[in-house]
């Protein structure tokens, strides 16, 4: 198992600067060249990661300025994918939820282009040495789990197991292959189904697929492990479960423990960044499942409130979940990422610093100066 940069890490995206924001909704009117806004998304980059730096951290992402989403920017570009752009959907309480994008496998998947070299190769030659360039993508498990059976086309895969599990482990394999070429020692991949099937409403609904909601995470074990099977070697392969984080809402809750088993002792991953910053993530026994050499990132801070946690407080949870996994094979983060869409949480930009500050200080204080 190949091991984290450091105890403290984050899980990727970051608020984007206004002049980001304009240019982008500039190329959307046409006023400005596809190539015209990769400049000025060069110029952010490049600015997000001395902020990282500066910070302290030692992974350091583009803050996926080059998105809109995290997912569909990614699984759009995968041959026989199409997917829908999500809706907002106005609650009975006055809140926002954002309704997830259907994605639809129309044909064989496959993988058609390198979808993240020439961007991993611009954040590559922007981070200091000493520094590990991460890029984040979408788990596969996304491909089966929004649309189930009824998401997939029957003429391409008239039978899902083995070959649309192979062909989109396939597929990712050879992204993972070109990124490794290119340098890529650290790949994330950003898992929210394992994260919905702890909550009963996402549950049902998988049961309304005709999916059984017991069986998926050991389904998805299977599946995420044909993907690792392919990673080159010398990467680390870690996955971030995320229980949505659209402008600072959720969409799932629900304690782990109904994937625990399948996604601790089952997949072969290096690292799981386990989002932890509030009563619906539940308590830390989940964690009895980590085995040995792997290594699990505590998300004890929040992204998608301002307020400061306090150091204290941090370091009482850690001692908690300490009691169900050996502390050496513990780290510390945010939650999410700060935008993991296009808009951004509901968030300063100083509280974005003062909370990847908080975590590496309180990292550095538990676990010493690595």
Request: charged residues 30%; contains cysteine; aromatic residues 8%.
């Amino acid at each position: 198992m190949t091991q984290l940069p450091a105890r403290y890490d984050h899980v990727g995206s970051f608020l984007r600067p206004k002049y980001l924001l304009e240019a982008r909704e500039q190329k959307a009117r046409g006023d400005i060249a596809p190539e015209q806004l990769r400049a000025v998304e060069d110029k952010a980059i490049t600015e997000i990661v001395k902020f990282q730096e500066d910070v302290g951290l030692k992974s350091i992402t583009d803050g996926e300025f080059r998105r809109t989403y995290f997912h569909i920017d990614f699984l759009d570009q995968l041959g026989g994918v199409k997917t829908d752009i999500p809706v907002t959907i106005q609650k009975p309480d006055g809140t926002q939820e954002l309704a997830p994008p259907v994605m639809r496998v129309v044909d064989k998947v496959r993988h058609v282009k390198n979808i993240q070299l020439a961007d991993f190769q611009y954040l590559k030659s922007q981070v200091s040495p000493g520094k590990t360039p991460k890029v984040c993508i979408p788990s596969p498990t996304m491909l089966h789990f929004r649309g189930g059976r009824a998401g997939i086309s029957r003429e391409a895969y008239p039978e899902l197991d083995p070959a649309f599990y192979d062909d989109v482990a396939n597929a990712y394999g050879d992204e993972l292959r070109s990124l490794a070429a290119a340098g890529a020692t650290y790949v994330q991949m950003d898992d929210t189904n394992l994260a919905y099937l702890c909550d009963e409403k996402m549950r049902e609904a998988a049961r309304a697929r005709g999916d059984d909601p017991n069986e998926l995470p050991h389904r998805y074990a299977a599946f995420i492990n044909k993907v690792v099977a392919q990673k080159p070697a010398g990467m680390l392969l870690a996955m971030h479960l995320c229980r949505g984080n659209f402008k600072s809402t959720h969409a799932a809750a629900g304690n782990y423990e109904p994937v625990a088993e399948a996604l601790l002792r089952e997949m072969n991953l290096d690292a799981y960044f386990m989002e932890y910053d509030d009563e619906r993530s539940g308590d830390f026994k989940p964690l009895r499942y980590l085995p040995k050499g792997k290594t699990v990132v505590l998300g004890l801070v929040t992204t998608k409130f301002g307020q400061l946690e306090d150091k204290d407080d941090l370091k009482r949870r850690i001692e908690q979940a300490a009691k169900y996994a050996p502390l050496e094979q513990l780290a510390l983060s945010p939650q999410c990422g700060f935008s993991s869409t296009v808009h951004g949480n509901d968030i300063a930009v100083e509280a974005q610093r003062a909370k990847l500050r908080l975590v590496v200080e309180t990292a550095q204080e538990v676990w010493g100066t690595t």
